[in-house]
C-alpha cells in the first residue's frame, strides 16, 4: 500500500510500502529526503526480504565549534555606506592584494575553541577600523597567553595606507585549536597570461565571421580571461545571479510574456502594457524584467520624444525564446531535467547512494516526477507537449554538431553494392538523419536503408510523403531485446547510449551483436567523445562537462574513447576506428565484432 505524502508544493508525492509504487499526478512534484529514501529501500528489497540492510539515510554531523559563527547585521546611515564605499573604492586602486575582510558593515561574534569573542561596537566599520580592532583583540588574547587567530585568520598583516592591509609571507601555527576559514585576498592574474589571452580574442574574432573554429576559441579565452579577472566572491555570487536569470525566463515562458513582446525589428511594448495583458502586477514584472534586461536576454528602451512610457523590445536571445522556436523547447526540457532535478539530487544521493544510476528506472528525473521505477522516455511519453519540446530539441541537437562530413563513408560504400541492407539508424526517429546520408552520398540508396525505433515512431513516420526518403524500410523495434534486422554493414546509433547507464549500454550494444554476422559488418557510435580526465593537462570546455553533468538527471552519461572501449569489450565488440570532428568534441566510434 503507498502512502501518500504533499510534497512542497501541495501536489501528492509517495513513500511507498511494499513493492508498489504510485505515480503522483504531477510531474512537477518534489520528492522530500523521507520519500526518496523509501523508494530506494523499496529498489534495494527487491532481492532482499532482511529489513536491516535497508539503506539509512545519511544524518549530517556537528558543525565543528570554530565554524559556530553568528552574525549581526548593523543599522547602516546613507553617510556610512557612502564612507564604506570610498574606502572600497581606495582599496581596490591599491596594486597589491587585497583581503576582502572589511569591506562590510557587519560585527562577527566568533567562537575559538573555548573562548568567547563578541566585538562590542555595532557601528559599521570601515577596513581600517576593522583592521585596528583585530589588531586590539590580538594584543589582548596575546597578553593572555593565547595565541589569536581571529577574524583575519592566522596570518600576519602590515598596513598600507589607511584602508588597505596586505599579507606577509609569514604563518603561525597552532596545532591546539582549530581555525575559522575566511575569505583569502584576492589574487593577481597572471598579467602575462591575461596578455596572452587579450591577443588570442583579438586574433580569433578578426577571422572569418563563419568561422565556428575561430569563434569557439575566442569564446573560450574569453570566458577565462573573465574568470581570470574576477574576484573569487564575485564568481560565487555570479553563479546565483544565473540561477536567477534562468528562473526569470521560466517565468516569461509561463506567463506568455515573449510572445507579447512584437518580435518585428523597431517594435516595443511598455512595461505597463505587458504588465496588464499577462495579468500581472506592474511593479513585479518590472522587477523581473530587470534579471533579463541586466542579462541582455531583453532590452530596455528608457522614456523619449518619441516613447512616452519606458518599454521592452526583443533580442535575437529572446526571439529563440518564443513558443514553437527549438531553443525554447530545449530550454524547458533543460529546465525540467537540470534545474528543477537539482533541488532533489543530495537526498536522491543519500538514499541510493553515491554512485551513478545503474537501471532505466530509478532514476533522479523519475524519482523527481514521483514515478521512481520509470524512465526517462516512458515519463515523457505521458505528457504531449513534454514529448513534442523533446522531439523539437533533440532536432535543434542535431543541427549543432555534423551529422555527415566525420566517418569516412568510402567502404561503406564500396562495400554497398550488391547487398540488400547497408544502414540500420537504430531510434532513428522520423529518419532525418538517414536523409542527410542519402542526400550526401548518392552511392547509399534508399532501398538498402532501414530505421529502427519504438513502434508507434515508426507508425508516425510511415505517414510522411518526403519523397527523399521513399523506399526506407521502417522497422518497429526496442533496443533492449535483439535486433530484428540482421546481417547489416551499419549499424548506426546516434545519441542513444549516452542516455542510459553502462549496464543498460551494454545490453543495446550486445544485441546489435546478435544480429552482425560478419567482420564486414561495423557499429558507428555518433556522440560527444571526452578525453579521459585521468590524463589531461586542462579541465574539459565548461560546455563538454555540463552536457555529460546534465545526463546525470537521466541516468546516462557522455563518454571518453577508454570508457566506450570498455562497453564494447562487455559487449563482444571491439573498437576499431575513432574519427574526431575537428572544431567540436563529437566524434564516431567504429566497432567490430571481436
Known amino acids: 500500500m503507498a502512502a501518500h505524502l504533499m510534497s512542497n508544493y501541495g501536489t501528492p508525492a509517495l513513500m511507498n510500502g511494499h513493492h508498489s509504487v504510485t505515480c503522483s499526478a504531477s510531474a512537477d512534484a518534489l520528492e522530500k529526503p523521507e520519500v526518496i529514501q523509501g523508494v530506494a529501500n523499496t529498489y534495494l528489497m527487491n532481492n532482499t526480504t532482511n529489513e536491516n540492510e535497508l539503506m539509512r539515510t545519511f544524518e549530517p554531523g556537528p558543525v565543528p565549534e570554530c565554524m559556530q559563527i553568528g552574525i549581526r547585521v548593523a543599522d547602516n546611515t546613507r553617510t556610512q555606506q557612502a564612507n564604506l564605499h570610498k574606502d572600497a573604492v581606495r582599496l581596490r586602486k591599491q596594486p597589491t592584494a587585497v583581503s576582502e575582510v572589511g569591506m562590510t558593515c557587519e560585527a562577527y561574534e566568533q567562537r575559538l575553541g573555548s573562548t568567547h569573542v563578541d566585538t562590542p561596537s555595532s557601528e559599521p566599520r570601515t577596513p581600517q577600523a576593522t583592521r585596528t580592532m583585530a589588531s586590539d583583540m590580538k594584543d589582548h588574547h596575546q597578553g593572555n597567553g593565547k595565541e589569536f587567530n581571529g577574524i583575519l585568520g592566522p596570518n600576519t598583516w602590515e598596513s598600507v595606507g589607511s584602508a588597505t592591509r596586505t599579507l606577509k609571507a609569514a604563518s603561525r601555527s597552532n596545532g591546539t585549536s582549530a581555525r575559522t576559514s575566511y575569505p583569502s585576498a584576492t589574487p593577481i592574474p597572471d598579467q602575462e597570461r591575461l596578455l596572452d589571452l587579450t591577443a588570442e580574442i583579438a586574433h580569433n574574432i578578426s577571422q572569418s565571421p563563419g568561422d565556428d573554429s575561430s569563434r569557439v ?165 505521458r505528457d504531449e507537449n513534454a514529448l513534442r519540446d523533446f522531439g523539437l530539441a533533440m532536432r535543434m541537437t542535431s543541427k549543432r554538431v555534423p551529422v555527415t562530413g566525420v566517418y569516412d563513408m568510402s567502404r561503406v560504400l564500396r562495400a554497398a553494392a550488391g547487398r540488400e541492407t547497408v544502414w540500420v539508424d537504430i ?28 513502434e508507434e515512431v515508426v507508425t508516425a513516420a510511415r505517414k510522411q510523403s518526403d519523397e527523399a526518403l521513399k523506399g526506407v524500410k521502417w522497422v518497429g523495434m526496442n533496443f533492449f531485446e535483439e535486433s530484428p534486422v540482421t546481417g547489416a554493414l551499419v549499424y548506426y546509433l546516434r545519441h542513444i547510449l549516452r542516455d542510459y547507464s553502462d549496464p543498460v549500454s551494454v545490453t543495446i550494444l550486445r544485441n546489435i551483436a546478435c544480429a552482425m554476422t560478419d567482420q564486414d559488418s561495423r557499429v558507428l557510435i555518433s556522440e560527444q567523445l571526452n578525453p579521459d580526465m585521468a590524463n589531461i593537462a586542462e579541465p574539459l570546455p565548461l560546455y563538454a562537462a555540463f552536457k555529460d553533468f546534465s545526463m546525470l538527471s537521466i541516468g546516462g552519461k557522455e563518454r571518453s574513447l577508454e570508457q566506450f572501449a570498455a562497453l564494447a569489450d562487455a559487449a563482444g565488440l571491439r573498437v576499431s576506428g575513432v574519427y574526431r570532428h575537428v572544431v567540436t568534441a563529437h566524434a564516431v566510434v567504429e566497432l567490430a565484432l571481436k
Open 217 to 381: 576559441k575566442a569564446v573560450t579565452a574569453a570566458l577565462e580571461l573573465a574568470t581570470a579577472l574576477r574576484p573569487p566572491g564575485d564568481i560565487i555570487m555570479g553563479w546565483f545571479a544565473n540561477m536567477s536569470v534562468i528562473s526569470a525566463v521560466r517565468l516569461f515562458m509561463h506567463w506568455g510574456a515573449f510572445s507579447i513582446i512584437p518580435p518585428g525589428k523597431g517594435e516595443s511594448i511598455p512595461y505597463a502594457e505587458l504588465a496588464e495583458r499577462i495579468n500581472a502586477d506592474e511593479g513585479l514584472l518590472v522587477r523581473v524584467a530587470a534579471m533579463l534586461t541586466s542579462s541582455h536576454v531583453l532590452l530596455h528602451l528608457p522614456t523619449s520624444p518619441t516613447r512616452p512610457a519606458p518599454s521592452l523590445t526583443h533580442t535575437p536571445t529572446s526571439l529563440l525564446l518564443r513558443p514553437g522556436q527549438p531553443m525554447s523547447a530545449m530550454f524547458s526540457l533543460m529546465y525540467n531535467n537540470v534545474a528543477a532535478v537539482s533541488t532533489i539530487l543530495p537526498s536522491y544521493f543519500d538514499a541510493y547512494g553515491r554512485t551513478e544510476p545503474r537501471g532505466r528506472g530509478h532514476i533522479p528525473t523519475s524519482c523527481l516526477a514521483g514515478c521512481p521505477e520509470e524512465d526517462f522516455f516512458s515519463l515523457l511519453k
Open 427 to 454: 531510434g532513428g526517429g522520423d529518419g532525418h538523419t538517414v536523409k542527410e546520408f542519402l542526400t550526401v552520398y548518392p552511392g547509399l540508396k534508399p532501398e538498402q536503408c532501414v530505421v529502427q525505433d519504438l
